[in-house]
């Protein structure tokens, strides 16, 4: 069965720390996305990657990056974590650009 | 840009059937999605619907498809209190790389 697995469920980390979120899938999908969740906005896209070495800005990328150096692996990178980056974020990946997209079980990141 | 539209909430009893319905703005829409997202957890491919069909059902759940007036709908059959989530409808086009979410709609089954 498909698996994309997100490194932790819960993470609290300080002010002005750099954050790693690391997401993992098993399905040799080319695509791979990052959204983050918050209440009333739903899901908006901060970076997504069509193949390895490969990434596009997506609505939200202001104070993160990516990188992909392998084609199962996507991470997400917060370089000075502030407060307003508090949210849940979900990794997912995809066969094709348009096809369904298949979810991690996210990662509820705090930052105090 | 594209957009998509969904109401936030949405009460049903149990046992009755639920309709959560949702519009988009791209024309070209390709592939249209439900997705659910029980609490904790990461959204959940539903069903889908390709932009040449009219509906589609699938044992309790029925998709309708409006391309005229881009209104997209999901009807659940025989609410039961396991279905309460969020629900999320997504379109897709051939000619981009991005999914457009909704913001979701959250079912409430009241017992």
């Known amino acids: 069965d498909v698996k994309v697995t997100q490194s932790s469920r819960y993470l609290v980390k300080r002010t002005g720390e750099k954050v790693f979120l690391e997401c993992v899938q098993d399905?040799?999908?080319?695509?791979m996305f990052w959204y983050r969740q918050d209440p009333g906005l739903g899901l908006r896209l901060i970076y997504f990657?069509?193949?390895?070495?490969?990434?596009e800005k997506g609505d939200i990328p202001e104070g993160y990056s990516v990188s992909r150096e392998k084609k199962e692996r996507f991470s997400l990178i917060l370089e000075s974590a502030s407060t307003n980056q508090t949210s849940m974020y979900l990794c997912?990946?995809?066969?094709?650009?348009?096809?369904?997209?298949?979810f991690g079980d996210g990662t509820r990141l705090s930052i105090l | 840009g594209e957009d998509v539209e969904q109401s936030l909430f949405l009460s049903v009893r149990e046992g009755d059937s639920s309709v959560i319905n949702c519009t988009y703005t791209?024309?070209?829409?390709?592939?249209l999605y439900w997705y659910k997202q029980e609490p904790g957890a990461g959204l959940q491919l539903l069903t889908y619907?390709?932009?040449?069909?009219d509906m589609k059902q699938d044992q309790r759940l029925t998709v309708l498809l409006n391309k005229k007036d881009k209104h997209l709908s999901l009807r659940i059959a025989d609410t039961q209190t396991g279905d309460s989530a969020i629900y999320f409808c997504?379109?897709?086009?051939?000619?981009?790389?991005?999914?457009?979410f909704g913001a979701g709609t959250r079912l409430f089954v009241k017992a």
């Open positions: 997912a990946s995809s066969l094709t650009a348009q096809s369904a997209q298949h």
């Open positions: 399905m040799d999908h080319e695509n």
């Open positions: 990657s069509y193949d390895v070495k490969m990434k």
């Open positions: 791209d024309s070209s829409s390709t592939y």
């Open positions: 619907i390709f932009s040449n069909m």
């Open positions: 997504a379109e897709a086009n051939t000619g981009g790389f991005k999914t457009i």
